[in-house]
């Protein structure tokens, strides 16, 4: 009797059947911890503009008039020396994060949404504004929408736009 080398036919896909088992487990809770992190990531976010917007309320008389103008371009932020903060482009934001509005550049999976609220102050400012960060796919980068104001107070709902009258978070 001559004797065998390797593994035998059923040998591997018993070995591939207990692999897809085991995929079949593990992904579905990658993809939770996933949104999990995006929506923390949008919250922490949020959290950021407000901190950003306060700043920016103590250099200027208002509030940023858009996300833009609280962040500015990579080019522009990153330049040396520093340029000076201006209405238009205040440098306190990440730039990922103050174009993160659009269909393309979403931001850990979520779009935000700035807008300001009240007449402009002569400076091109305003005296309110309100953030909402909206999923990018829903149920696939995140469950929760949220929305913030001048409080900072970070609001949530679940598969609906956020409002000022949301559960706090």
Do not use: W
């Amino acid at each position: 009797m001559r004797k065998q080398r390797g593994f035998s036919l059923i040998e591997l896909l018993i070995v591939v059947a207990i692999i897809l088992i085991i995929a079949a487990i593990a992904i579905p809770n990658l993809l939770k911890a996933k949104i999990a992190a995006n929506q923390a990531s949008a919250v922490s976010s949020l959290r950021t503009i407000a901190t950003s917007n306060v700043n920016y309320k103590g250099m200027f008389t208002g509030f940023a008039p858009s996300l833009l103008a609280l962040g500015g371009t990579n080019a522009a932020c990153s330049a040396n020396p520093a340029p000076a903060p201006t209405v238009s482009q205040a440098c306190l934001l990440d730039p990922l994060l103050s174009i993160a509005t659009v269909a393309n550049t979403p931001k850990s999976g979520y779009f935000f949404t700035y807008t300001p609220n009240g007449a402009a102050y002569a400076d091109g400012t305003f005296p309110d504004y309100n953030t909402m960060a909206t999923p990018s796919a829903q149920g696939s980068t995140g469950d929760f929408h949220y929305y913030s104001d001048q409080s900072a107070v970070i609001r949530s709902e679940s598969g609906v736009p956020a409002t000022s009258t949301s559960t706090p978070i």
